[in-house]
T-cell receptor
């Protein structure tokens, strides 16, 4: 349901700094995780993903770290630019159900507002 | 370019009217489409999952008679908000999943901002 009165965490950085955005997930059965960027008035944009058999994955200027022991996910953005300012969401994909069928449904985390100052 | 198109992008209407939102997959067949709702400063909440040719599966707490979903073809799903009221004002986002040369689990549209007066 809705989280009435809940404010999104915010992160403010200077242009050129590295940014780290964190996410805690709840379902230990989740086997696939994605980070999305959402700009104002737009849909989520895929950034990077990671499967549960990995603990680190790198992309262009971004790195995702997965700690399954504590169910924690982080997104690191190197040399952050003003164009990186947006809301960042992690999402987890449920693993197969008891019948072995994957729903493919995503559960989104709370989100973090990243503001990059020139 | 965009692989999922949503229309309209913004709609304002009077309380009591019904509003239809379209979600189209471009250049691929979407076996499954998802509808999300997002309130300001909040996360995306899944409303329902629809598979082509079958009834949609609604998440707990989502009224299926209020939010009618039709997935009549492999490239089109529609969400109709029936007898809309101000509390239905929100940002509605669809996504599509299908056979596409992409490792992404879902491709998202750019959302529809619905404002009920």
């Amino acid at each position: 349901g809705e989280s009435v009165g809940l404010h999104l965490p915010t992160l403010s950085v200077q242009e050129g700094d590295n940014s780290i955005i964190n996410c805690a997930y709840s379902n230990s059965a989740s086997d696939y995780f994605i980070w999305y960027k959402q700009e104002s008035g737009k849909g989520p944009q895929f950034i990077i993903d990671i499967r549960s058999n990995m603990d680190k994955r790198q992309g262009q200027r971004v790195t995702v770290l997965l700690n399954k022991t504590v169910k924690h996910l982080s997104l690191q953005i190197a040399a952050t630019q003003p164009g990186d300012s947006a809301v960042y969401f992690c999402a987890e994909n449920r693993a197969t159900n008891a019948g072995g069928t994957s729903y493919g449904k995503l559960t989104f985390g709370q989100g973090t507002i990243l503001t990059v100052h020139p | 370019g965009a692989v999922v198109s949503q229309h309209p992008s913004w709609v304002i209407c009077k309380s009591g009217t019904s509003v239809k939102i379209e979600c189209r997959s471009l250049d691929f067949q979407a076996t499954t489409m998802f509808w999300y709702r997002q309130f300001p400063k909040q996360s995306l909440m899944l409303m329902a999952t629809s598979n082509e040719g079958s009834k949609a599966t609604y998440e707990q707490g989502v009224e299926k008679d209020k939010f009618l979903i039709n997935h009549a073809s492999l490239t089109l799903s529609t969400l109709t908000v029936t007898s809309a009221h101000p509390e239905d004002s929100s940002f509605y986002i669809c996504s599509a999943k299908g056979e596409l040369r992409s490792n992404q689990p879902q491709h998202f549209g750019d959302g529809t901002r619905l404002s009920i007066l």
